[in-house]
Every structure is written in C-alpha cells, then in structure tokens.
C-alpha cells in the first residue's frame, strides 16, 4: 500500500510541474495571456484611483479626468511661474522638478507678442538649453523630420510624406514664435506636440532647430581658425560631412 | 486496562508524523516554488486592443522611450501615450491609414474614448514607485522591463517582488548606468565588474541612497 502511495505522489509530482512548469524564465519560457493570480486582494487593490486607471465611479469609467477650463493641474506650475521656470531650463532634467506647462497668454507661452509672432527666446539661451533641445528634439522630431533636419526622419521610409525640411528658406525666415507655435499646435498634416513637450523644452527645440539651420549652412569661415584644421583632416579623410553640432 | 492499546498502536505518532512529512512536504514545496511573483506575474503577456509593437517602433525605427511615455523623467506615473501620439503618424493620409490593426487606435481618435490598454507591471497598491526618481538616478527602463526592444508583445520580465526591489535597493551599484544609458535598451555593461565599478562611482558621485526601510516604499 505504501508503495502504491509513493508511487502516486510521484506521479502527481510530475503532474504538477509538467502542466504548471519550471518558474525559472530564462529556463524554461512560459508566456501566458492569463492574468496574475492574486490570492489575497484586499490591500493589494485598494478601491482607490491611480493614474491613468479605470474606475467605476465616473460614468464614462476613466480615473483620469479631463481638466476644467480655466483650472491648472495639481502637480502643474501655476500660470504666473512659467517665464521664471523657463529661465531653469538647464536643471529641468533633475528629479522631482515640477512639470511646466501653463495657459498663460504671454509671449512664453503662445509665441506671439499682441497679435504678431515675436522673434528670440524668452529666457537666455546656454549651451545647456541647447544640449537640452538636441536631446528633446531627437526624441520628438527627429522621427520625422530627421536628426539634422532635412525632413528626411525615419517615418519618411515608412509612407510619410510631406515632411517638412528645417532648412527650406521658408522656415529659416520663420520667426521663433511661429516655430514655437508649430510644435505646440502643429501645422497642415503635423498634429501639436504641446501636449507632451514642456514650455521651456519647446523653446530650448526652437533654439536647438535654429543651430541646426545655422549649421547647415555653414561655411569654413563659421568655423574657429583654430578648429579649421581638425575639421578638413576629418573630411578629408572620412569624405563626409561633420555632424551638426551646436 | 493493560490491553487497552494494541501493540502497533505504538508506532502510530511515528506513522502520523511521516506521512505529514510526506505529504506536507511536497505541498509546502510546490506553495513556495510556484506561489511567488516568480511564477505567478513573470511571463505574464495579455493581449492588447492594439497589436503594438515595441520591437517594430523601438528596434527597427530607433525611436526613443520618451516619445510615447513622455513625462516619465518628471512623474512618479510613466505615461501611456495619448491616442494622438499614434495619430501623428497613423492618422489619415499618414502610415497605415486603414490598417485593421489599428481600429481601436481610429475609434478612440473618433469617439474620444480611451484605448483600453492592459495593465501588465502591476505593483500592489501599497508599495509607491517613482519613475522619475529611478530613470534620473541612473535606472535604466531595462532593468524592471527587460528588454522592451526586442518585445513584440510586451510581456513581464522581472518578478517586481519585493525582494527583487530590495536586491538593487541594497546594492545599486550592480545596476546603475550612465545618465546617458538610462533610455538605451542595447547599452549593457562590459563585464560584471566593469558594471560594479561603474555603479559604485555613480553611486557616491549622485549620492545615491536608496531606502531599505518600510517607509521607503509603503506609507
């Protein structure tokens, strides 16, 4: 009798792991669409509402509400902080910085003074503001419109069409506040990108398209007498042009 | 009174005990080999109303963490993106204008609905994570989610137990990354060593002191 008992527990042993599996991911894979067993839920899901996470409180079943018109965001700068924000553009990457946005009508905010697009940035531009707007810009633009600008981004290779090149004479007359616009806002096919980019990253984008512009059209006189020589050794050898640098 | 007992009744709390231990053993074994995130969350891989690929948008086209989960830098929450997101380059006229795959992407255009993505990192509602903190002190999006890059279908890598917060929380110098790494999901240390000696010097350079006590992550 022992035996046969043993040998059943042998056998529901193998049973188990053989349906259930090793747990060890890198072993054995199990992917399962099945969703984690939670055995006691009661603190582990509390009726409470995370970001972005349904609830049943609301009609519609969303947590997240949208904004009241007129109302600023808990966790958001408040309108009056945003030209004073925009001058810490460079400490924007640390943590716990607020996330700037704002509706205020000035000239940070909308790109235009009166009725008319202004020109210059609204706080002063560093090579941090730059380096800032390069890294924003690659993440935000440069899918389309391509790491330098030429409109020649990678979406362009998947059907896009009618990107705009930064270096046509149109837009390098454009003013910054139209620019500034076009980001928030978007422009003919390009939908805003207000949504998801801060006020002073905005800026620090137009003033990092403007550097691309300049390079782009650069000549050997542009370049410091003494950087010269390095830069034709580099073409000379390698037979292309230098990266646009800031 | 003597006889009361037979003889084998003497070998009876013996018997009792090993057949516990026989059975009980393998029933506490498999609890504590299988009823832990390890194998309950791990590999966990819904499917989603959107057949997303990370692998096509991150691997193939080189776009950034950041262009969908935009403000994860300054919030505690990583965001899904908005619908208009896909739109900017989805939308009509645009790439895949009428694919099939992307209806729930057109109807929520449309009806202002959201997508209804499914949840698959999930950490219990009493233990507070911060993304911002992490990815700007020198966590990489690689090390909780894996390699998101090469994901067609996300799916859970890590176990997110506490033990395995605790296991970088007490040593983060086997994990921490150039600030400039954090978003590259190819960027992987030359060797174990090279990591530890990188970690440790971003570790006193940022002052990096992550909590072990409760009231780091539950108040």
Known sequence: ?246 | MSNFFPKWANWLPLQLLVCGLVIGGPITLGIWYYFTPKYTRVGYQPDQPVPFSHALHVKQLGMDCRYCHSFVEVAGHSNLPATQTCINCHGQGKILPNSPRLAAVRDSWETGQPIPWVQIHRLPDYAYFNHAVHVNRGVSCYSCHGAVNEMSVVYEAESLSMKWCLDCHRAPENFLRPPSEIFNMNWHPASPEAQRELGTKFKEEWKVNPPVSCGGCHH
Request: hydrophobic fraction near 40%.
């Open chain 1, 1 to 246: 009798m022992v035996r046969y008992f043993l040998f059943l527990l042998v056998l529901i042993t193998i049973l188990v792991v053989s349906i259930a599996g090793l747990r060890d991911y890198s072993f054995l894979p199990h992917k399962t669409k099945r969703p984690p067993i939670e055995i006691f839920p009661d603190m582990v899901r509390q009726p409470k509402v995370k970001a972005q996470a349904p609830s049943d409180f609301y009609a519609d079943g969303r947590g997240a509400r949208s904004h009241v018109d007129g109302t600023v965001p808990v966790g958001y700068s408040a309108p009056e902080a945003s030209v004073q924000a925009s001058e810490g553009v460079a400490t924007m990457g640390s943590p716990y910085s607020v996330v700037v946005f704002s509706g205020k009508q000035d000239y940070a905010d909308t790109g235009k003074i009166g009725t008319n697009w202004g020109n210059g940035l609204p706080f002063t531009a560093t090579l941090a503001t730059l380096e800032r707007g390069r890294e924003r810009y690659q993440i935000q633009c440069a899918v389309c419109h391509g790491a330098t600008g030429a409109g020649n981004g990678i979406a362009t290779k998947y059907g896009l069409v009618g990107v705009a090149s930064l270096h046509q004479q149109r837009l390098r007359d454009m003013t910054d506040g139209e620019i500034y616009n076009t980001i928030v806002n978007g422009k003919n096919t390009m939908l805003g990108y207000g949504a998801g980019i801060q006020v002073p990253d905005r800026w620090a984008i137009v003033a990092y398209i403007r550097a691309l512009q300049l390079s782009q059209n650069a000549t050997i006189n542009d370049v410091p007498v003494t950087e010269r020589a390095a830069l034709t050794g580099t073409n000379a050898a390698s037979g292309t042009t230098a990266p646009p640098k800031p």
